[in-house]
C-alpha cells in the first residue's frame, strides 16, 4: 500500500553558502492533515442544542490535546502500539469517520448532539495520534527538507482551504474534508517503517523520559503563547478568506504570499549556519512583529498589501512552529512523540485562547488601552516574551546529556536490524566490534562538523552501502543521498567510499 510521487532535489548555492534538501510526499501528505484542520473547523462547530453540551469543534481540541498528554506519559510502555502501521490505519480511520459523523450532526436535528459528542471523541483521538505519525516522518529529514515540505504542504492546505470555502457546495466540502486524513495516510505509509514505527532509527525514544517538567514548563509555556498568536493570525487570516467577494484576488494572493514563505524559509535555511534549533524563528521574529500591526488594517480595509503581508506571516507562522519541533527533535535526538506531544498539545491550548481573542476583540478593544491597536500590541508581546522564555540550547543539551549518561542510547547509534531476536544472538565480539566502529564513525563526524543527515549517510557508507541502499534505510530520493555523499567527499577531503572506510578503521578510539 503506497503512492509514490516524485523527489525533486532542492540544491541552493549563495557563494560559500549551500543547502540541500528534497521536496517529496511529505508535502502532499502533510498538506492533506493541514487541510482537514482547515476545513474541519466549520464542520465540527455545531452548537449543540443542549446547555450541557459543548461546541464539537471545543470538544475536538480538547480530547485532542488530552489524547497527546495520554500518549507521551505512556510512550515508553505502549509505544509499539502507538507506533505502528496499524495505529496509522485506525488512526486516519476514526478521523475521517468522525468527520463524516460530525458532518451528520450538522444535517440531523433529533440526534444531533450525540454525533457530535462521538464526532468530538473520535476526531480528537485520531487526529492526535496522527500528529505524532507527521512528526516522527518529519523529524526523520534534514534542516532543508523539512523546511520545504512544511512550507509547501502549507501553501497547499491554505490554497485548498480558499478554493474549497469560495467555489464549492458546503456538502461537498465537508465530504472533501473527510476525506482528506485517508489522503494523508497514504503518502505518510511509505515513511512509517514496518518494525520501529516512529521511533526513527537515528532517534533517542527514551532521551527525554526524565525531562518531562522541563519540557513541560520550558518548552510547553512558550508553546502557549505561540499558539495564542498563531489563532490570533489563523482567524483573522481564514475570516477574511470566508468574508470576501474576490475569491479570485485571495487565491492569487495566497499563492503569491506562499513563493514568498518559501523564499524566505529558503534564505533562512542557507544562512542558518549557527545550528542553533531555534535560529528560524530568530530570523522570522521581525516579519511577523510587522504583520501584526498590520492585522487591523487588514481587518477593516482592503488593502491588497496588508493582505499580503498578512498571508505571508500567516504560511511562515503556520510552517516556522512546526519546523522549530521537528529541529528541535533532530538536534538533540529527543523523541519526537515527547516533544511533539507536548509542543503541540500546549500549541493548540493556546490557539484556542488567540481564537477566542479574536472572535472577541471588539468586544474587549473597548475594555482595553489603545482600543483596537491593543489586539496586535498584546498578540505581540505575548510572541516576544514566548521567545525570550524558550529553552536555550545550554539547557537542552546539559539536561539530555543528563538522561542520557544513565542510559544506553548513543547519539550516533543506527541500527539497521529490525528483529531484537537477531540482535540477541549476536556475540560479545561482534557487539564490541559494532560499539568500536560507532564510536570511530561519530569521531569522524565530529570532526569535520558533519550535519546530522550527513551523520546517518556516514554510517551506512562506512559498512559499504551504496547509495540506492542508503536511499531505501533513510527513506529520502536517491538524488539526495548522493547529494549527501557528494557533500562527505568534499568535507573529508576525500574521493572514494574506500578512502571514507579506511579513514573510519584507522581513526583512534575516543578514550
Not at 482547515?38 to 489524547?67: E, G, K
Not at 525514544?205 to 522541563?214: I, K, T, W
Not at 470566508?242 to 475569491?247: F, K
Not at 511577523?288 to 480595509?301: D, M, N, T
Request: hydrophobic share 45%; with cysteine.
Amino acid at each position: 500500500m503506497g503512492i509514490r510521487i516524485p523527489h525533486i532535489s532542492v540544491n541552493v548555492d549563495f557563494g560559500e553558502k549551500s543547502t540541500s534538501g528534497e521536496l517529496n510526499m511529505l508535502a502532499v501528505g502533510f498538506g492533506f492533515y493541514q487541510t482537514w484542520i482547515y476545513f474541519s473547523s466549520p464542520i465540527l462547530t455545531r452548537q449543540a442544542a443542549s446547555p450541557y453540551l459543548a461546541d464539537t469543534f471545543l470538544l475536538t481540541l480538547l480530547v485532542f490535546v488530552c489524547s497527546l498528554f495520554v500518549f507521551v506519559f505512556s510512550r515508553r510502555t505502549l509505544s509499539g502500539l502507538y507506533t505502528s502501521r496499524q495505529a496509522l490505519i485506525c488512526a486516519s480511520v476514526l478521523t475521517s469517520a468522525g468527520t463524516l459523523i460530525g458532518l451528520a450532526g450538522e444535517a440531523t436535528g433529533t440526534f444531533g448532539d450525540p454525533l457530535s459528542l462521538i464526532s468530538g471523541f473520535t476526531t480528537g483521538i485520531g487526529s492526535a495520534a496522527l500528529l505524532l505519525f507527521w512528526g516522527c516522518a518529519f523529524s526523520r529529514q534534514n534542516a532543508t527538507t523539512i523546511i520545504v515540505n512544511t512550507t509547501v504542504a502549507v501553501i497547499l492546505s491554505t490554497l485548498a482551504y480558499t478554493f474549497a470555502y469560495s467555489y464549492l457546495p458546503a456538502l461537498l466540502v465537508g465530504i472533501l474534508a473527510s476525506l482528506c486524513p485517508l489522503g494523508g495516510v497514504l503518502c505518510l505509509w511509505a515513511s512509517t517503517p514496518k518494525f520501529q514505527g516512529c521511533q526513527s532509527k537515528t532517534l533517542k525514544p527514551s532521551s527525554a523520559g526524565s525531562l518531562y517538567p522541563f519540557f513541560v514548563f520550558r518548552l510547553g509555556i512558550p508553546m502557549v503563547l505561540f499558539g495564542f498568536a498563531l489563532g490570533y493570525f489563523r482567524e483573522t487570516s481564514l475570516q477574511i478568506v470566508l468574508a470576501s467577494q474576490e475569491a479570485g484576488l485571495e487565491l492569487f494572493l495566497f499563492a503569491f504570499a506562499g513563493i514568498l514563505s518559501l523564499f524566505v524559509f529558503t534564505l533562512v535555511s542557507v544562512f542558518d549556519k549557527s545550528v542553533r534549533w531555534d535560529f528560524p524563528l530568530q530570523a522570522l521574529i521581525p516579519l511577523i512583529a510587522i504583520a501584526i500591526f498590520v492585522l487591523p488594517l487588514a481587518k477593516i480595509s482592503d488593502s491588497t498589501f496588508a493582505k499580503l503581508v498578512l498571508f505571508t506571516s500567516f504560511i511562515c507562522f503556520e510552517a516556522l512552529l512546526w519546523t522549530l519541533l521537528c529541529r528541535l527533535s533532530k538536534s538533540f535526538q529527543l523523541s519526537p512523540i515527547s516533544i511533539f506531544g507536548i509542543g503541540r498539545g500546549c500549541l493548540v491550548i493556546g490557539t484556542m485562547l488567540g481564537i477566542a481573542y479574536s472572535a472577541n476583540l471588539d468586544f474587549l478593544s473597548e475594555r482595553l488601552p489603545f482600543g483596537v491597536p491593543s489586539g496586535a500590541v498584546l498578540v505581540l508581546t505575548a510572541m516576544l516574551v514566548a521567545w525570550s522564555i524558550s529553552p536555550h540550547e545550554k539547557e537542552i543539551r546539559e539536561s539530555a546529556s543528563e538522561r542520557t549518561d544513565h542510559g544506553n542510547d548513543d547519539a550516533f547509534a543506527v541500527d539497521t536490524s529490525s528483529n531484537s531476536a537477531q540482535r540477541k544472538s549476536e556475540s560479545a565480539q561482534q557487539l564490541a566490534h559494532r560499539a568500536a566502529f560507532i564510536k570511530r564513525s561519530e569521531a569522524v563526524a565530529n570532526r569535520y562538523l558533519l550535519s546530522q543527515r550527513e551523520r546517518e549517510v556516514l554510517f551506512f557508507l562506512g559498512k559499504g552501502y551504496n547509495a540506492a541502499r542508503i536511499q531505501e534505510e533513510l527513506y529520502i530520493s536517491e538524488g539526495t543521498a548522493k547529494t549527501h555523499i557528494h557533500h562527505i567527499y568534499r568535507k573529508l577531503d576525500i574521493h572514494t567510499q574506500q578512502e571514507l572506510i579506511n579513514m573510519i578503521d584507522e581513526e583512534e578510539l575516543p578514550s
